[in-house]
């Protein structure tokens, strides 16, 4: 019997490069593939969340004669001020052994008012969010317990109180969004933009755009968000996912990015006025700088011939 012995040839050093090369090639064409397919499924995830959040709180104002819930509530009376960000959620954290209007105030924040529609707590929680603990000091006697769902999302507090059947134009006037960006807020609500309301005489509700308007009257300005802890405002590919009045869901693409750092964005659709890489460097205002130009309930920006002001006290085209 005879054996035949083959004998293989080993790869050579110049082979097991161009095999090395090639993988890696084909691992950066498809690593960026990935990451957008991850990325695309997030975007649709958050999408359907703020579409639920929209949807609840449809049924929610059916039951409260149209009227939107708190995006403010009263703080402590002998302080005289409202309270507008960073309200404990669930409502359960507050003790009913604290002050009366501590515990009826977190009761009647939107986000608590509206779980009984919604009955989860995760879906206020972005996928793409970076989370971030706050201190105890915003949750009374309570201190802050663990385990909470960090809190994404933020509601247009224009809307405090304010009737549904008075909006000019549901489907243009944004109530949930990515307020804050990435950062997500363990247990803890926020409004973005807020009105500014400094006293206890009387509500805390939108006035409307008018000259003059100052921070003496409860709701006649506002404020909010922009680079927040630099968690960054392009949450998916360089934008954003609204929620408006009429439950339509979108998502915006918004002018992130170094090459629009002198280049205005269009005030219709966009809140920030320009960009400093993935932050927002500037924000629009209505003529008048009294809101947010693109959260006003009571006029439709897409009709509208209005030169907005931004962020330093300029004028700028709105990009009609």
């Given at each position: 019997?005879?054996?035949?012995?083959?004998?293989?040839?080993?790869?050579?050093?110049?082979e097991?490069l161009?095999?090395?090369?090639i993988?890696a090639?084909?691992?950066?064409?498809?690593?960026?593939v990935f990451?957008?397919?991850?990325?695309?499924?997030?975007?649709?995830?958050?999408i359907?969340?703020?579409?639920?959040?929209?949807?609840?709180?449809?049924?929610?104002?059916?039951?409260t004669?149209?009227v939107?819930?708190l995006?403010?509530?009263?703080g402590?009376?002998?302080?005289?001020?409202h309270?507008?960000?960073?309200?404990?959620?669930?409502?359960?954290?507050?003790?009913?052994?604290?002050?009366?209007?501590?515990?009826?105030g977190?009761q009647?924040?939107?986000?608590?008012s509206?779980?009984?529609?919604?009955?989860?707590?995760?879906?206020?929680?972005?996928?793409?969010?970076?989370?971030l603990?706050t201190?105890?000091?915003?949750?009374g006697s309570?201190?802050?317990?663990?385990?909470?769902a960090?809190i994404?999302?933020t509601?247009?507090?224009?809307?405090?109180?304010y009737?549904?059947?008075?909006m000019?134009?549901?489907?243009?006037?944004?109530?949930?969004?990515?307020g804050?960006?990435?950062?997500?807020?363990?247990?803890?609500g926020?409004?973005?933009?807020?009105?500014?309301?400094?006293?206890n005489a009387?509500?805390?509700?939108?006035?409307g755009?008018?000259?003059?308007c100052?921070a003496?009257?409860?709701?006649a300005?506002a404020?909010?968000?922009?680079?927040?802890?630099?968690?960054?405002?392009g949450v998916?590919?360089?934008?954003?996912?609204?929620?408006?009045?009429?439950?339509?869901t979108?998502?915006?693409?918004?002018?992130?990015?170094?090459r629009?750092?002198?280049q205005?964005?269009?005030?219709?659709?966009?809140?920030?006025?320009?960009?400093?890489?993935?932050?927002a460097?500037?924000?629009?205002?209505?003529?008048?700088?009294?809101y947010?130009?693109?959260?006003?309930?009571?006029?439709?920006v897409?009709?509208?011939?209005e030169?907005?002001?931004?962020f330093?006290?300029?004028?700028?085209?709105?990009?009609?």
């Amino acid at each position: 019997m005879f054996w035949t012995i083959m004998l293989r040839r080993a790869f050579t050093l110049i082979e097991l490069l161009v095999v090395i090369a090639i993988i890696a090639i084909l691992a950066a064409i498809l690593f960026p593939v990935f990451a957008q397919a991850k990325d695309a499924a997030k975007k649709t995830q958050s999408i359907s969340n703020l579409k639920n959040l929209g949807t609840a709180t449809q049924i929610y104002l059916a039951d409260t004669d149209d009227v939107y819930p708190l995006a403010h509530v009263l703080g402590d009376p002998v302080g005289g001020y409202h309270w507008n960000r960073f309200i404990p959620v669930p409502a359960q954290q507050v003790p009913v052994t604290d002050p009366a209007w501590r515990v009826a105030g977190v009761q009647s924040f939107w986000y608590n008012s509206i779980q009984p529609y919604v009955k989860n707590l995760q879906i206020m929680t972005c996928p793409s969010g970076s989370e971030l603990r706050t201190t105890g000091a915003y949750f009374g006697s309570a201190g802050q317990p663990a385990g909470l769902a960090p809190i994404t999302y933020t509601i247009n507090g224009l809307l405090n109180e304010y009737s549904g059947t008075a909006m000019e134009s549901p489907s243009t006037v944004p109530v949930y969004w990515h307020g804050h960006g990435r950062r997500s807020i363990y247990g803890a609500g926020y409004a973005s933009p807020w009105l500014v309301c400094n006293n206890n005489a009387g509500g805390c509700r939108y006035q409307g755009t008018r000259a003059g308007c100052s921070a003496a009257t409860n709701g006649a300005t506002a404020g909010y968000t922009t680079n927040t802890s630099r968690r960054g405002i392009g949450v998916f590919a360089n934008g954003t996912v609204m929620s408006f009045a009429d439950t339509s869901t979108k998502f915006r693409r918004i002018g992130v990015g170094p090459r629009n750092v002198a280049q205005r964005t269009d005030a219709r659709t966009d809140p920030f006025a320009r960009y400093v890489d993935n932050f927002a460097a500037g924000r629009y205002w209505d003529s008048q700088s009294c809101y947010p130009y693109l959260f006003r309930p009571d006029i439709n920006v897409q009709n509208i011939i209005e030169v907005p002001t931004y962020f330093d006290g300029g004028v700028d085209a709105p990009g009609l």
